[in-house]
């Protein structure tokens, strides 16, 4: 979870990181941005001699931002109910299915008016409010809250999409109980997934007034989609659950702003205790990661004083579950505790462990520092951690007086629950100490005692061997109390510390320690005790199996596609080859638009298909771009005018492939229910924009870059464009070539889809092309070589298109498109190298 803090206070006094008024989150930390130590502490009121003293804080600087092991625990509630609620509806599908009835009539019998407003007024203001929202939060200067909102929109767009597709095709129960049995509802909402995680990634709910438009907003879509039959109750229900996780999980993984209080607010709570402080200083974290300040007070006494700051109180949660999942309940721990109850119990175990006459720092006082922390105050003793004293200073003497300590916390039924080298320690005079009792428990039973003893033995034993641990044990404890330890020298049962060092030192040393036991006294009867519920292993094996099991009933069950590509219909496969053929046709007229000196078309025909040829050694984008003004170079075009007319064709061509490309995308989602609710691939693609504009404008270096090319291609390919707008033969001829390159491809494809018997939207068809060749262009791979074919591929299989079908539909455009045309342009490359076109 989050790491230890180093925090320096601001001189004020007053907790830093916190909200402001206007929503914003100020950074943690009070400290010159140089890291230089700062002295904290402007004096609280209350008691203490010299209150109007200013007192020196002495503490490293807090990192501005954290990761809340609070997120990561919203996170996973929001994946557990997730689950929760489909495993619910999977068994009361019967009763859901009633409710999704009721709630069709119900919406059927609202007035017309009712309908409209809440479908143009709810998409459009699910829309609308995160953008003035993240309007007002960059004009106050807070722009970063907006990027992390756009993160968490991107990443629920892509959950969403992948779980709802998976979800639909585990079951058939759960594809009815998502979409109705509709092809055109999405089984997870994209656009409420995604608003969802950017409204609570960018804490929305801190914020009343906005939170409530966003809920009465997303509340009118959802009637708008009931309304239309474009969702239903459990997809609205598991829409929501994933956004809120998605939303929870990019808040931890960024991190929040720090509110932790500085050292100046616990200088303010000491006096209020009626101490007068004249400095502190930050020391080592304990081994639980709670900050610690060395104080001085009046007469240069000190004290050690320990906070326990609120958002650390469900540090190492998922450790702790797990645990408590994996260990019997007699050796659980409670996997989260309230500030005021962790508080209370390292409190009342100090002075239950003084009272047991346990050599322990006295406990002088507690308070909470606001409502982000509390501390105690122990006093101060001389001492070193066990951890840190060399193995020959351990003598005899200091092992039975470590096992005297641990046998008076066990006459009180006290379990100590951490006995190892950071809560050992050692004073100036070398009588042992204990400390760090936050994990203990008072009244404790049997288990508990026992497990104390089997830690202390295999600690002390990785320190002096296994034989003198055992052996200062017995002299103290008896040779019973370490027989009843015995079943539980278990590597489970230990501290992770101790199993890190077992793992690093000797992974025999558990059962030597239990030779040494049974040489003291042979067991009887000893009840073996088991501890763990199950075995990760297990676990392992499990989850491995049924993961193995599912991959094979998926390939099994898949289409055999020799037998498919044998049944392709020639005519739509002729329509396909025709299409695949006059692509090189408008790929010449594009560039004998683009300049201005007049172009053979033939030999320009003849250039295009020498590109599929040099594709094959080359990255589609680069390898075109260069055959391209190779050739205009030999037509007698200088150089510089060469680069800027290719420019151009690749500037517009660009230009009209995401335009295409949104144009495509929004036709595909407009059959859907009377609302601006757009689709779902307009909203990955508006979202994907919106996160490069926010990138680009966001990093220096990058936007001087951007900039700087920008310039170049202005200088350049601007003038040539100029040459080519002052013919309107040439407008149109550009125009023409550019569109009918893109068309021809997406014939192509169409055909191919066609030629195997699926009838797809030509529009679908279009959205999976473009993005398939945008991804196949960015390819390092020569020709995008395996990038095009999955991207394709996944496309037309999220479109709809069966698995076996889209596989041998993407293999026979790639066959027409990339690999027939390899002979061809290999001829017209020598024949072109022959006639030094090239």
Same mark, same amino acid.
């Given at each position: 979870?989050?790491?230890?803090?180093?925090?320096?206070?601001?001189?004020?006094?007053?907790?830093?990181?916190?909200?402001?008024?206007?929503?914003?989150?100020?950074?943690?930390?009070?400290?010159?941005?140089?890291?230089?130590?700062?002295?904290?502490?402007?004096?609280?009121?209350?008691?203490?001699?010299?209150?109007?003293?200013?007192?020196?804080?002495?503490?490293?600087?807090?990192?501005?931002?954290?990761?809340?092991?609070?997120?990561?625990?919203?996170?996973?509630?929001?994946?557990?109910?997730?689950?929760?609620?489909?495993?619910?509806?999977?068994?009361?599908?019967?009763?859901?299915?009633?409710?999704?009835?009721?709630?069709?009539?119900?919406?059927?019998?609202?007035?017309?008016?009712?309908?409209?407003?809440?479908?143009?007024?709810?998409?459009?203001?699910?829309?609308?409010?995160?953008?003035?929202?993240?309007?007002?939060?960059?004009?106050?200067?807070?722009?970063?809250?907006?990027?992390?909102?756009?993160?968490?929109?991107?990443?629920?767009?892509?959950?969403?999409?992948?779980?709802?597709?998976?979800?639909?095709?585990?079951?058939?129960?759960?594809?009815?109980?998502?979409?109705?049995?509709?092809?055109?509802?999405?089984?997870?909402?994209?656009?409420?997934?995604?608003?969802?995680?950017?409204?609570?990634?960018?804490?929305?709910?801190?914020?009343?007034?906005?939170?409530?438009?966003?809920?009465?907003?997303?509340?009118?879509?959802?009637?708008?989609?009931?309304?239309?039959?474009?969702?239903?109750?459990?997809?609205?229900?598991?829409?929501?659950?994933?956004?809120?996780?998605?939303?929870?999980?990019?808040?931890?993984?960024?991190?929040?702003?720090?509110?932790?209080?500085?050292?100046?607010?616990?200088?303010?709570?000491?006096?209020?205790?009626?101490?007068?402080?004249?400095?502190?200083?930050?020391?080592?974290?304990?081994?639980?990661?709670?900050?610690?300040?060395?104080?001085?007070?009046?007469?240069?006494?000190?004290?050690?004083?320990?906070?326990?700051?609120?958002?650390?109180?469900?540090?190492?949660?998922?450790?702790?579950?797990?645990?408590?999942?994996?260990?019997?309940?007699?050796?659980?721990?409670?996997?989260?505790?309230?500030?005021?109850?962790?508080?209370?119990?390292?409190?009342?175990?100090?002075?239950?462990?003084?009272?047991?006459?346990?050599?322990?720092?006295?406990?002088?006082?507690?308070?909470?520092?606001?409502?982000?922390?509390?501390?105690?105050?122990?006093?101060?003793?001389?001492?070193?951690?066990?951890?840190?004293?060399?193995?020959?200073?351990?003598?005899?003497?200091?092992?039975?007086?470590?096992?005297?300590?641990?046998?008076?916390?066990?006459?009180?039924?006290?379990?100590?629950?951490?006995?190892?080298?950071?809560?050992?320690?050692?004073?100036?005079?070398?009588?042992?100490?204990?400390?760090?009792?936050?994990?203990?428990?008072?009244?404790?039973?049997?288990?508990?005692?026992?497990?104390?003893?089997?830690?202390?033995?295999?600690?002390?034993?990785?320190?002096?061997?296994?034989?003198?641990?055992?052996?200062?044990?017995?002299?103290?404890?008896?040779?019973?109390?370490?027989?009843?330890?015995?079943?539980?020298?278990?590597?489970?049962?230990?501290?992770?510390?101790?199993?890190?060092?077992?793992?690093?030192?000797?992974?025999?040393?558990?059962?030597?320690?239990?030779?040494?036991?049974?040489?003291?006294?042979?067991?009887?009867?000893?009840?073996?005790?088991?501890?763990?519920?199950?075995?990760?292993?297990?676990?392992?094996?499990?989850?491995?199996?049924?993961?193995?099991?599912?991959?094979?009933?998926?390939?099994?069950?898949?289409?055999?596609? $020799?037998? #498919? =590509?044998?049944? /392709?219909?020639?005519?739509?496969?002729?329509?396909?080859? *025709?299409? %695949?053929?006059? !692509?090189? @046709?408008?790929?010449?007229?594009?560039?004998?638009?683009?300049?201005?000196?007049?172009?053979?078309?033939?030999?320009?025909?003849?250039?295009?298909?020498?590109?599929?040829?040099?594709?094959?050694?080359?990255?589609?984008?680069?390898?075109?771009?260069?055959?391209?003004?190779?050739?205009?170079?030999?037509?007698?075009?200088?150089?510089?005018?060469?680069?800027?007319?290719?420019?151009?064709?690749?500037?517009?061509?660009?230009?009209?492939?995401?335009?295409?490309?949104?144009?495509?995308?929004?036709?595909?989602?407009?059959?859907?229910?009377?609302?601006?609710?757009?689709?779902?691939?307009?909203?990955?693609?508006?979202?994907?924009?919106?996160?490069?504009? $926010?990138? #680009? =404008?966001?990093? /220096?270096?990058?936007?001087?870059?951007?900039?700087?090319? *920008?310039? %170049?291609?202005? !200088?350049? @390919?601007?003038?040539?464009?100029?040459?080519?707008?002052?013919?309107?033969?040439?407008?149109?001829?550009?125009?023409?070539?550019?569109?009918?390159?893109?068309?021809?491809?997406?014939?192509?494809?169409?055909?191919?889809?066609?030629?195997?018997?699926?009838?797809?939207?030509?529009?679908?068809?279009?959205?999976?092309?473009?993005?398939?060749?945008?991804?196949?262009?960015?390819?390092?791979?020569?020709?995008?070589?395996?990038?095009?074919?999955?991207?394709?591929?996944?496309?037309?299989?999220?479109?709809?298109?069966?698995?076996?079908?889209?596989?041998?539909?993407?293999?026979?455009?790639?066959?027409?498109?990339?690999?027939?045309?390899?002979?061809?342009?290999?001829?017209?490359?020598?024949?072109?190298?022959?006639?030094?076109?090239?």
């Amino acid at each position: 979870m989050s790491s230890p803090d180093d925090n320096a206070a601001d001189g004020s006094g007053r907790d830093t990181g916190r909200e402001t008024p206007d929503g914003r989150e100020t950074p943690g930390g009070g400290e010159a941005s140089d890291g230089r130590e700062a002295s904290g502490g402007r004096e609280a009121s209350g008691g203490g001699t010299a209150k109007d003293t200013p007192v020196l804080v002495v503490e490293p600087l807090l990192p501005q931002r954290l990761r809340r092991p609070s997120d990561a625990l919203r996170c996973l509630a929001s994946l557990l109910m997730f689950i929760g609620v489909v495993l619910l509806a999977l068994v009361a599908k019967q009763t859901l299915n009633g409710i999704e009835q009721d709630v069709e009539v119900g919406t059927s019998r609202a007035p017309w008016p009712l309908v409209m407003i809440a479908g143009f007024v709810g998409g459009g203001a699910v829309l609308i409010i995160p953008a003035a929202l993240a309007v007002e939060r960059v004009f106050h200067r807070d722009g970063l809250r907006v990027a992390e909102g756009l993160i968490a929109a991107i990443a629920a767009v892509l959950v969403a999409f992948g779980l709802g597709e998976w979800l639909i095709m585990a079951s058939e129960d759960l594809r009815q109980l998502l979409t109705g049995g509709r092809a055109s509802v999405e089984p997870l909402n994209t656009l409420l997934t995604s608003v969802v995680a950017y409204m609570t990634a960018v804490r929305i709910s801190r914020r009343p007034t906005w939170r409530s438009l966003m809920w009465v907003a997303i509340a009118l879509d959802v009637f708008a989609l009931f309304t239309g039959a474009d969702a239903t109750a459990l997809g609205v229900i598991v829409s929501i659950l994933v956004g809120l996780g998605v939303g929870y999980g990019t808040l931890y993984a960024i991190g929040s702003p720090n509110t932790r209080p500085p050292g100046s607010a616990m200088v303010a709570a000491l006096r209020r205790l009626g101490y007068a402080p004249t400095r502190a200083r930050r020391i080592d974290d304990d081994v639980q990661g709670s900050r610690r300040y060395a104080v001085t007070i009046e007469e240069e006494r000190r004290v050690d004083v320990t906070v326990l700051d609120r958002d650390r109180q469900v540090a190492g949660l998922l450790y702790r579950l797990w645990r408590r999942l994996l260990l019997a309940s007699e050796t659980r721990r409670r996997a989260i505790r309230s500030l005021r109850a962790e508080l209370e119990r390292e409190a009342l175990m100090a002075y239950a462990a003084k009272a047991a006459g346990a050599n322990t720092p006295n406990l002088l006082g507690t308070s909470e520092i606001g409502t982000e922390a509390a501390l105690l105050v122990y006093e101060h003793l001389d001492t070193r951690a066990l951890e840190d004293v060399p193995d020959e200073e351990i003598t005899d003497d200091v092992l039975t007086e470590i096992w005297e300590q641990v046998r008076r916390l066990q006459a009180q039924r006290l379990a100590h629950r951490r006995l190892e080298g950071e809560s050992i320690h050692l004073d100036k005079s070398g009588h042992v100490v204990l400390v760090d009792a936050r994990s203990g428990e008072i009244a404790a039973g049997d288990l508990l005692l026992r497990l104390d003893i089997a830690q202390c033995l295999t600690y002390l034993a990785l320190r002096v061997g296994p034989e003198r641990s055992v052996r200062t044990a017995a002299a103290v404890l008896g040779a019973d109390a370490l027989a009843g330890a015995l079943p539980l020298l278990q590597r489970i049962a230990l501290t992770r510390q101790t199993r890190s060092a077992l793992r690093r030192k000797d992974k025999q040393l558990l059962s030597a320690v239990r030779e040494q036991i049974v040489e003291l006294k042979p067991p009887g009867v000893v009840a073996q005790v088991r501890l763990e519920r199950f075995r990760p292993r297990t676990l392992v094996t499990i989850i491995g199996s049924a993961l193995a099991a599912y991959l094979l009933l998926s390939q099994l069950g898949q289409v055999d596609f $020799v037998r #498919v =590509l044998t049944t /392709a219909e020639w005519a739509w496969t002729g329509v396909a080859f *025709v299409a %695949a053929g006059l !692509s090189y @046709v408008a790929a010449a007229l594009m560039i004998k638009g683009f300049v201005p000196e007049s172009l053979p078309l033939g030999r320009t025909v003849m250039v295009q298909f020498a590109g599929s040829f040099v594709k094959l050694v080359a990255p589609a984008a680069v390898s075109s771009v260069a055959l391209n003004t190779r050739y205009l170079q030999k037509r007698g075009i200088p150089p510089g005018q060469a680069v800027a007319s290719v420019g151009a064709s690749q500037l517009i061509g660009l230009a009209f492939h995401i335009a295409l490309l949104l144009f495509f995308a929004y036709v595909t989602g407009s059959d859907a229910a009377a609302s601006l609710t757009p689709s779902r691939t307009l909203l990955i693609v508006l979202l994907a924009v919106s996160v490069a504009i $926010v990138v #680009v =404008l966001g990093v /220096a270096p990058l936007r001087r870059m951007i900039s700087t090319r *920008v310039r %170049a291609l202005f !200088s350049g @390919v601007v003038p040539r464009l100029l040459d080519v707008l002052q013919s309107p033969r040439r407008i149109v001829q550009s125009v023409t070539g550019t569109l009918l390159l893109t068309l021809t491809f997406v014939v192509c494809l169409d055909a191919c889809v066609r030629a195997f018997g699926h009838d797809m939207n030509f529009a679908a068809v279009a959205v999976v092309f473009l993005a398939g060749n945008a991804i196949g262009s960015a390819a390092p791979t020569p020709g995008g070589l395996g990038a095009v074919e999955t991207a394709l591929m996944a496309g037309l299989t999220l479109s709809g298109v069966n698995p076996g079908v889209a596989t041998s539909a993407v293999l026979l455009f790639r066959l027409l498109t990339f690999w027939l045309p390899v002979l061809p342009g290999w001829a017209s490359f020598t024949w072109l190298q022959r006639h030094k076109a090239i």
